[in-house]
Structures are given as C-alpha cells and as structure tokens.
C-alpha cells in the first residue's frame, strides 16, 4: 500500500491532480474490500478516507507512534479487519488518509466502464488534505463512506462529556483516551454492546447499561442471527464479556436527563415500555462523569445524493439510503455503493458488498466474466442485520424525552419549541422549519438533527423525515480549499 495520505507535516510534494482507474471514499471494510479485488485485477486504485489510517469506523487503527496501556480482547469479526488491514498494507492501493472529500461529479461516457469516445469524461472527486486542495479524476466511483450515530435529544443531551457511542469508541481505540471514570451506556442497536467493552478495555466503570428494547427484542431478532455464524458468534462473544465483568444489560430502560455543571456529573435513568414511553416513577439518579448514547446509524449518503444517485426511505436499514441494485450499481453509470450507505448491515455485510462491486466494474474493465449471483453467505449476513435493526429499532416514545426548552439542533442552538413554532408557521417539512428557525442549516448540514427534528416539531411524530438537501461544500473545509480547488 503506498502512504497513508503523505506522511508529515504539509503536502509541498503532493500532486493537486491523481488519476486512477477507480476512485474509493472510504477506507472502511466495505472500501477496502473493494479496493483489494480491483488491484487484484491490476486496476490503479486510490481511497479517499476521513481517518488517520484505514479500517473505518469498526476496524479503528491507533494513529502511528500512538500506544495503548488498554489491550481489550476483540469480538471474532475484527479478525477478518486485521486480515484486510495486512492485504491493504502489502498491496499497491494507494490510500489518501485526512482527505474530506467536499464535492463530486460523475464519470460521463457513452456507456459502462471502460470510457470510450470522446464525449467520455473523468468522474472528479474533489478533496481537502491536510490544508490543500486536491482532486482525484477517475474513470469510476465507489462510495463506501460509512454511517453517523444517531442521537435522540432529552434534557442535558448537549453537556460536555455526553458522547455518542460511535465517539466513545474512537476515543477509546482510535486515540486511547479513556473519556471518563464512571459510565452511562445508553441507547439501542449495534453500537451499544462494542461501546460497552471498550469503555471497559479503557479501565472506565460501566455503572448502567441501558438498552432502551424490551427483553423480548432478543427473542424477536434470534431467527435472523440463527442464519448468520458469524452473528451468533458475536451475540456469545458479547455476552461473555459482559459476564466477565459482572455488567448486567438492562433491557427496557434509557436515560431520562443528564445533569451537572458545565459538565456531567449525574445521569436520571429509568424504565420505558415496548413503545419506548418513559415510566418516570422508575427514575432514579446515578453518578457518573460521561454518558455514551445512540440509537443505531443513518446512512451518510450526502456524496451520492450530489452526484444525483436516486435514493430510497427503509426506516429499517437506517433511513434514506442509496438505491443499489445486486452489485452495488446505482441510478448514475459507473458510480457504485458498498456498504452502509446503502443500508445498515454491520462488517459482514459491508465486506461482501465491496467484493461484489469490484467484481462488476472489473468484469467491464477487462472483460472478465460477469460476477457470480449473491452468495448465501452474503444473503445471510444480510438477513441477520436487518433481524437485529427491525428488532431494535428507535422506539417513537422515546422522543417524549425532550422536553421545550431542549435543544435539537446543536448547530444552531435550536430548541424544540422553536421548532414546533416554526412548524406550525411554514409547515412541518425540512424546509418549512429551516425557514422558521434555521434547524439544520449549520455547519453539519443536518446530520445530527435532521432524523429528530420534524419527529419534536410534530405533535404526532414523523416515521420518516425529508430527504435533505446538499450543497457544496459537502463537508465543513477551509474556503481557500474551495477557492485553490484544481479545475481537472
């Protein structure tokens, strides 16, 4: 693999313009899985990555020369990262580390991959690197960038030291920082169990778990990971270490508030029923200096919609996702998704979502054979996640937590009764309350806010939310970036 991203301190030797065959945003398992089987086939392959080093969200690497006092053991899943990690580091994928990509246009031509003719055009993918602008032109686009956590607002939610449990894990793995002494973990989905061991690898107390469905969810998500091995073998993997170390999950319970001065100091937790209602006679306070939250992912599809890919709401699979067909082909020729921007599934499903891209574009590259049909391992993988998201989906009750005065969108310091006013003004669209009250429109675009503010404006609650709108920059980045931006 060439340099992570350039070594180093600026990027004085650096091309402003790369060309490749393929052009990757994402260096998680699903980007990197893909990328192997490209150079495998000879093609010229570079990844774009927000991280330090490659591994993505799950497969999180320390920075080089970090050192970690923590060694936590690893759920079986990590293996195939480390065996993906080795490949990428042997192969001659180039990998473009600290890059933020912030805006995109699709390959043109008169047909698939390869481009023939002169109407043909290079797909551009635009990106900021350690404080340059560069481009990356290439003849294809796979998009593998991943998910955000998604939060639901209660009172207190914006004090320091309430985390996301994505954030947590970075801290823990990416950074080995352990992000407090005393621990609330709380929310429901994926995320939840890994946020747990790692904060005990830190040598942080987890004084509550809290998994916010009821017990009976487990029985409920039990058919699909009876499927999948590798999901069962996750489920005991999890369960051991909790036992281990004599932390009890406990189901059907959430925070109510979060409490301290100028940080946290004290967590109100309690139970809630099946539709995820608070029963504030259960509320009872814990101390504790962080509290890690989140209610599983959201695609983050921002590039896809900006190169015009048609999108699709599954509530299920995380929200809006990109419409991808059984080899990742979007609505827009030569651009592919791998991954969880095409629906949440976890590793597993990530890695064969990658494979499975690779192997269309090269069969048009260099005429190989068309790929095989979906595996069963693949179909699996994928019927087990979706098993788990529909049985720990985000319960509408929960929303009940917030109370006027609590912010709902961090950005702008909108509360949710600021919200609500505008809704009932403009009306309870996205773009009826951003014209109301600026919701959504700061320097995250929405990301955070988007899925909870038109659920807090309405007095009913929305099952799904707008699709939102993007613009350039596609990512907070420096204006000389975008002024300095090679033409291509």
Not at 172 to 181: K, L, M, S, Y
Not at 233 to 262: D, M, T
Not at 436 to 454: D, F, I, K, S, Y
Request: hydrophobic share 45%; proline share 7%.
């Amino acid at each position: 693999m060439e340099a992570d991203g350039h070594h180093g301190g600026g990027l004085v030797s650096a091309p402003a313009v790369i060309d490749a065959d393929v052009g990757i945003v994402g260096a998680g398992p699903g980007g990197m899985a893909a990328a192997l089987r490209l150079a495998d086939a000879g093609l010229a392959v570079v990844v774009l990555d927000e991280g330090m080093r490659p591994g993505g969200q799950i497969f999180r690497q320390l920075p080089a020369g970090f050192v970690s006092t923590a060694h936590p053991s690893e759920p079986p899943s990590h293996q195939q990262g480390h065996e993906l990690l080795r490949k990428l580091q042997r192969s001659k994928v180039r990998v473009e580390a600290r890059a933020t990509v912030w805006d995109a246009a699709a390959p043109t031509g008169p047909g698939p991959v390869p481009h023939t003719g002169a109407a043909a055009q290079a797909g551009k993918l635009w990106f900021e690197q350690d404080g340059a602008s560069r481009l990356l032109r290439c003849k294809a686009i796979v998009l593998a960038p991943g998910a955000y956590d998604r939060c639901v607002p209660f009172p207190g939610w914006t004090l320091p030291a309430v985390i996301t449990l994505g954030a947590a894990q970075v801290m823990v793995r990416g950074f080995a920082i352990a992000p407090g002494t005393r621990a609330v973990v709380a929310g429901s989905g994926p995320l939840l169990l890994p946020t747990v061991t790692a904060m005990l690898a830190a040598g942080v107390e987890v004084v509550a778990a809290l998994e916010a469905a009821p017990r009976l969810a487990v029985l409920a998500a039990i058919p699909g990971v009876l499927r999948s091995g590798a999901r069962l073998r996750e489920a005991f993997w999890y369960a051991r270490q909790l036992l281990k170390a004599g932390v009890r999950l406990k189901f059907g319970h959430a925070v109510f508030a979060v409490e301290g001065n100028g940080r946290v100091e004290r967590a109100v937790i309690g139970k809630v029923d099946a539709a995820g209602m608070p029963l504030r006679h259960t509320a009872r306070t814990v101390e504790a200096d962080v509290v890690c939250t989140g209610f599983g992912l959201v695609p983050s599809i921002e590039i896809g919609q900006k190169l015009g890919c048609a999108t699709v709401w599954n509530e299920t699979s995380g929200g809006w996702c990109l419409e991808a067909g059984p080899f990742g082909q979007t609505s827009v020729q030569n651009v592919f998704a791998a991954g969880e921007i095409a629906g949440i599934g976890g590793s597993e499903v990530a890695i064969a979502d990658g494979e499975a891209v690779a192997g269309l574009i090269v069969a048009n590259l260099r005429g190989a054979p068309a790929p095989l049909p979906l595996s069963s391992r693949r179909q699996s993988a994928r019927s087990a996640a979706f098993a788990m998201l529909r049985a720990f989906h985000v319960r509408p009750g929960l929303f009940s937590l917030a109370q006027p005065d609590t912010i709902v969108c961090r950005c702008e310091d909108v509360t949710v009764q600021s919200a609500r006013a505008a809704a009932l003004v403009h009306g309870s669209t996205l773009r009826g309350i951003k014209m109301g009250c600026r919701a959504g429109m700061g320097p995250c675009q929405g990301r955070l806010c988007t899925p909870n503010v038109q659920a807090l404006a309405s007095s009913v609650g929305a099952a799904k939310w707008d699709l939102p709108t993007v613009q350039v920059p596609l990512k907070p980045v420096a204006t000389a970036t975008i002024l300095d931006a090679p033409k291509g």
